[in-house]
């Protein structure tokens, strides 16, 4: 029964983060229309200068790495949203519940799994329509949405712990953005790693985000898996590791 | 003694504000407690830490005997809290928010929702049950939040300032719903800045300034100390104030003060003296454009209480 209850709760508060995107759509442009924005500001300005002009092929290498960038900058509206309804005292109400102090943080991210559902639907969708064609298996391509939002969730975390330290919602955007344009830059997003300068190499070598595009280059494109799983999944390992405990501390001890 | 709520020396600092200095508070079984006090005495502090939000920094507190440091997830099972600012979620509507709530006390989703139907029905809310609680008035926000707090029919009851805010006919049906709270066994703990609220309401009540408790008794022993009744009298002609001062001051047989500006008061003994006051003034040609019968203001009180008033400039203006 006790051991339901994080679950249970969680769920629960899900539901009531999810009714809040139904009010609200505009909160998903950053899972739809942004995507769409890059992909087709991407393979239309850029496409025919790289990859020896044919924007065909540059959608088909650009595509996995849009939607690691969008996990990314999709991280933000968690911990702003987070620290809006802290801020508001709405949470005050589940703190004086008998529910885990856990629950509303685990909710949120629950609820966010809609989110990047939707996200990696329309990333996909669009490229198809534009002309972008996995060259494996759909259950593979299945397999790359799986791990797209995985990682989400584990990097929601990173998000939700800011979300409890800032003072304000814009102070959230600010440094979770900050943060996220190296990360989303310094990687093979948009060109080869193989092009950038040595020391720049040392970092996207280390940056999670270049083993998620990895894997999901393997998984869509049938390049070489490598080590690419192993690193993504260590950094998911670590993600949790670090944030889930230092967010949960630092949401208990605001007054 | 059956006490449902006790503290002692409960103390918390802000940075450099200490908003509680030592607070001690007690609430038998089934009373209403009033902790009175102005703006930042340490009323909404001391009701967050009692409701387990924060930690006091010293002094120790119980709710139906737990502890509320050692065992805050025991004492959120029995307690219901209403904070000053309403904490309703303000995308779900009405029934969604009370809903959820019962959901998270491990109702089933059914009885989740009848007992929202329940709540919403007594506090006038089913109209407005399936609008979102942002389109919601501030009055309605501050019922909602309310029944929020009551859907675990909590035995212990925090109300931070719970009619702030709402006309005086709901202040009305607020005060009801207390009575009714108590009436059904539970035990109250209300803020607020009126004598007149507390008076109406608390079995006991406490008095805080400053983060210091200044005074705790009955509503009637306060009042033997503060003053019962006072009759106020604001002349048309401010400078027939003092003419008007001794009229009443007669009445009473006590010295009229001046208690602002162009107004002078005078503690009465019944309401018996304000048919003799209004014939004297109009036998002596004062007309006036206020006279009135009310219990000591808060800035009365702590006038009493401490000697010197909280608000100098507009008193002895
Ligand atoms: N989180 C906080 N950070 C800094 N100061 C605070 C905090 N909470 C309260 N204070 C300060 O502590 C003092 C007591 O505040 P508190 O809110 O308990 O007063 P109050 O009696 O509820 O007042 P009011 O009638 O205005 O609601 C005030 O001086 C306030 O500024
Ligand atoms: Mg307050």
């Not at chain 1, 020391?199 to 270049?210: A, E, G, I, R, S």
């Not at chain 2, 930042?40 to 509320?68: E, F, P």
């Not at chain 2, 033997?224 to 007669?250: K, N, S, W, Y």
Request: glycine fraction near 10%.
């Amino acid at each position: 029964m006790s051991a339901l209850a994080l679950p249970r709760h969680s769920l629960v508060l899900a539901k009531r983060n999810l009714i809040g995107v139904t009010r609200n759509p505009e909160a998903l442009l950053d899972v739809t229309f942004q995507p769409v924005i890059f992909l087709a500001l991407f393979t239309y300005i850029f496409g025919g200068a790289l990859a020896g002009g044919s924007q065909q092929d540059y959608l088909q290498f650009l595509l996995p790495g849009v939607l690691a960038q969008m996990v990314a900058f999709a991280s933000v509206s968690i911990g702003v949203n987070l620290n809006t309804d802290i801020e508001k005292g709405v949470f005050d109400r589940f703190r004086s519940l008998p529910i885990s102090r856990a629950a509303p943080l685990v909710g949120a991210v629950f609820a966010d799994i809609v989110r990047y559902v939707l996200m990696c639907a329309v990333t996909i969708g669009f490229g198809y329509a534009i002309g972008f064609r996995a060259e494996t298996s759909p259950l593979e391509v299945l397999a790359a949405a799986g791990i797209v939002i995985a990682f989400a969730l584990c990097l929601s975390w990173a998000s939700v712990f800011i979300g409890t330290i800032a003072r304000t919602p814009g102070a959230v955007q600010g440094i979770v953005l900050l943060t996220m344009f190296p990360l989303t830059f310094g990687t093979s997003t948009f060109v080869p790693t193989s092009t950038m300068p040595d020391w720049l190499q040392t970092f996207t070598d280390v940056n999670p985000l270049t083993h998620l595009i990895g894997v999901l280059r393997a998984l869509m494109l049938g390049d070489p898996m490598g080590n690419h799983l192993l690193w993504t999944l260590v950094s998911m390992a670590v993600l949790l590791v670090v944030f889930v405990p230092l967010a949960l501390r630092s949401y208990g001890r605001r007054a | 003694m059956d006490y449902a709520i006790e503290a002692e020396g409960l103390r918390k600092r802000f940075g450099d504000t200490q908003a509680l200095d030592g607070v001690d508070l007690a609430a038998r079984r089934g009373t209403v407690l009033g902790v009175l006090g102005p703006n930042g005495a340490g009323k909404t502090t001391a009701v967050r830490i009692l409701a387990t939000l924060i930690q006091a920094d010293a002094g120790s507190a119980r709710i139906n005997g737990i502890d509320v440091a050692r065992e805050p997830a025991k004492v959120r099972e029995t307690i219901g809290l209403t904070g000053q600012y309403a904490s309703v979620d303000e995308l779900l509507t009405g029934e969604q928010n009370l809903t959820m709530i019962g959901q998270l006390l491990n109702l089933s989703g059914k009885r989740a929702k009848a007992r929202a139907h329940e709540l919403l029905e007594w506090f006038d809310l089913t109209d407005a049950a399936k609008r979102p609680a942002k389109t919601y008035s501030g009055g309605m926000r501050r019922r909602l939040d309310l029944a929020a707090s009551l859907v675990g029919r909590p035995s212990v009851i925090f109300l931070d300032e719970p009619t702030t805010g709402l006309d005086p006919s709901k202040r009305e049906d607020m005060w009801g719903v207390v009575r009714s709270l108590v009436h059904d066994g539970s035990t109250v703990l209300l803020t607020t800045q009126y004598l007149e609220e507390a008076d109406a309401l608390a079995d006991e009540i406490t008095v805080i300034n400053h983060g210091s408790v200044i005074a705790h008794d009955t509503p009637s022993g306060l009042k033997r100390v503060v003053g019962g009744q006072r009759l106020t009298v604001r002349p048309v002609d401010p400078d027939r104030l003092d003419e008007t001062a001794t009229i009443i001051g007669d009445l009473a047989g006590t010295r009229a003060e001046h208690t602002g500006r162009g107004v002078v008061s005078v503690p009465v003994a019944g309401d018996e003296v304000l048919g003799d006051a209004i014939y004297r003034l109009n036998e002596a040609n004062i007309a006036v454009t206020e006279l009135s019968l009310h219990l000591p203001s808060l800035d009365e009180v702590f006038f009493t209480l401490t000697g010197r008033t909280e608000n100098p400039q507009e008193v002895l203006a």
